[in-house]
């Protein structure tokens, strides 16, 4: 298993730049591990913003994050990360990371809340002010 903890939302805003962290502990190998980013608006589902192959082959965005959001992770600080530039009052959501043991980032795409062997962040708040 893996703890997932996220960090390094806040209040910015339109345009502005931010960086939000996802810190892995656990007895697997965090290479193992495919890696995303969902986003979660007031009484809406759980969205795919962003997935990582697990073994680094291959990264896939949502439509409407492409070419602004950058998800990389850093294997010895058991991290992964979520840098949003040109940031927009529709990108306001709570963020959650998620692992799945060696999944591939269409695998993490399809992924929901209710699937199996997927572990998730507590989610961290961000705001985007226009």
């Known amino acids: 298993q893996v703890q997932l903890v996220d960090s390094g939302g806040g209040l910015v805003q339109a345009g502005d730049s931010l960086r939000i962290s996802c810190a892995a502990s656990?007895?697997?190998?965090?290479?193992?591990?495919?890696m995303g980013w969902f986003l979660q608006r007031p009484g809406k589902e759980r969205e795919f913003v962003a997935a990582?192959?697990?073994?680094?082959?291959?990264?896939i965005y949502a439509d409407s994050v492409n070419g602004r959001f950058t998800l990389s992770r850093d294997i010895a600080k058991n991290t992964a990360y979520l840098q949003m530039n040109s940031l927009k009052p529709e990108d306001t959501a709570v963020y959650y990371c998620?692992?799945?043991?060696?999944?591939?980032?269409?695998?993490?795409?399809?992924?929901?809340?209710?699937?199996?062997?997927?572990?998730w962040g507590q989610g961290t708040q961000v705001t985007v002010s226009s």
């Open positions: 656990g007895p697997s190998s965090f290479s193992l591990y495919g």
């Open positions: 998620a692992a799945s043991i060696m999944a591939t980032a269409q695998a993490m795409r399809l992924m929901s809340v209710t699937s199996k062997n997927i572990f």
């Open positions: 990582l192959d697990w073994n680094g082959g291959s990264t």
